[in-house]
C-alpha cells in the first residue's frame, strides 16, 4: 500500500468517527416541557361581595306589571352608607346631606338564604325609610352592583327594586348651590307680607325691635337655629330655638318649623324659594285655607 492509499483510508476512518460520535445513546435529548395552565381564581362568594365594601344607593326602579319607573333616590341619602361586616352586622350611617335634623346612624343583623340567593334584613329601630326591613331577592351581586327586590310581595308584578353602588351619585349641581348659599351666614328677616282675599298685611310692620333683630342660621346637620339676637322681648326666653330644615330634591322649595323661621304656618310646611342669593332668601307660602290668593311671602338678608 502506498502512502496515497493509506492517508485515504485513514480520512473515512475519521468520517465513520464522526458519524459514531454523533450517534452517541448517552447524550440525553432536551427535554420540552408542555404548557402550563395558570390556577384559576375561583369567583368571591356572595358573602365576600356583600362585604367587600361600602355601598351606596344609586337607583330604585318601580315595577308594576310591564312597566318600569326609575328615578335616583332622595338626594339627602345618595352619600349615606350601607355597610355589611363578616359578623353578619350591617350600618346606614347617616353622612353629611340628612333628610331631617333627627337622622341618626342605625343597626341591623343581615342573613343570607335560599343558596344566597335572598338577603334578609332586621334593623335594630321599628322603621328605616332608606331600605326597609325583610327579605330581598337578590336580582344581582357582584364586585361592583348589589341589586334587590323586596321578596314575599303581595303582588309579585308590583315591586321596588334598589339598586346600590361603590360609588356615591353626585347631588344635582343647583341642590348643592343653593345649599351651599344657605350655610356658613346669618340671616335676618327683612320683609314679611301675608296675602288674604287680594288683601296684603305688612306683618313686619307690627314686629317690635325686639323680634327685628332675631336671626337664623342653616347648618349642614339640617338643623335650623333662630337666635333672639341682642335684645329678648321676654328675658326668660332662651337666647336660641332649633328644629329641622329640608330642600326638596330639585332645590325649589324648603321646610322649616313657622315658629324657628319666625312665620306663622304650618309646622313644617314646605314654601317655594322665590329667590336666593349670596344676600337674599325669599320664601313663600300658599294655601286656599288663607282664603282667595291667599299667601304668607317672608324674606332674609345675610349679614
Known amino acids: ?27 440525553p435529548a432536551p427535554v420540552i416541557n408542555p404548557p402550563t395552565t395558570p390556577p384559576t381564581t375561583p369567583a368571591p362568594t356572595a358573602k365576600a361581595s356583600l362585604t367587600g365594601h361600602d355601598w351606596y344607593l344609586v337607583n330604585i326602579e318601580f315595577v308594576t306589571g310591564s312597566s318600569t319607573y326609575a328615578r335616583a333616590p332622595k338626594v339627602c341619602y345618595q352619600d349615606d352608607i350601607l355597610r355589611f361586616t363578616q359578623d353578619n352586622r350591617a350600618e346606614h350611617l347617616a353622612n353629611s346631606r340628612r333628610c331631617t335634623s333627627g337622622d341618626v346612624d342605625l343597626q341591623a343583623t343581615w342573613t343570607l338564604l335560599a ?20 327579605e330581598y331577592d337578590i336580582l344581582a351581586l357582584t364586585a361592583t352592583e348589589i341589586r334587590i327586590a323586596k321578596a314575599n310581595v303581595a303582588n309579585p308584578s308590583t315591586r321596588e327594586i334598589y339598586t346600590f353602588s361603590p360609588a356615591a351619585l353626585n347631588p344635582p349641581a343647583l341642590w348643592q348651590q343653593r345649599q351651599d348659599l344657605l350655610m356658613g351666614k346669618r340671616w335676618r328677616m327683612t320683609a314679611y307680607v301675608t296675602t288674604s282675599n287680594q288683601t296684603a298685611t305688612d306683618e313686619y310692620a307690627r314686629l317690635t325691635a ?13 338643623t ?8 329678648k322681648c321676654n328675658p326668660a326666653d332662651p337666647q336660641t330655638q332649633t328644629g329641622g330644615w329640608g330642600m326638596s330634591d330639585d332645590g325649589y322649595s324648603l321646610g ?48
Open 1 to 27: 500500500m502506498n502512502i496515497r492509499d493509506l492517508l485515504r483510508g485513514l480520512g473515512a476512518v475519521g468520517v465513520a468517527s464522526s458519524i459514531l460520535v454523533g450517534c452517541d445513546k448517552s447524550t
Open 115 to 134: 343558596n344566597d340567593t335572598r338577603l334578609s334584613l332586621s334593623w335594630a329601630s321599628s322603621t328605616n325609610d332608606y331600605l326597609p326591613a325583610g
Open 210 to 222: 325686639c323680634q327685628r333683630d332675631n336671626f337664623l342660621q342653616f347648618n349642614p346637620t339640617q
Open 224 to 231: 335650623i337655629v333662630n337666635d333672639e339676637g341682642a335684645t
Open 256 to 303: 322649616a318649623p313657622g315658629a324657628v323661621l319666625g312665620v306663622a304656618i304650618p309646622q313644617n310646611a314646605p314654601m317655594t324659594i322665590v329667590e336666593l342669593s349670596a344676600t337674599t332668601l325669599s320664601l313663600r307660602w300658599s294655601a286656599y285655607n288663607q282664603g282667595y290668593g291667599g299667601s304668607t311671602t317672608v324674606t332674609y338678608t345675610a349679614f
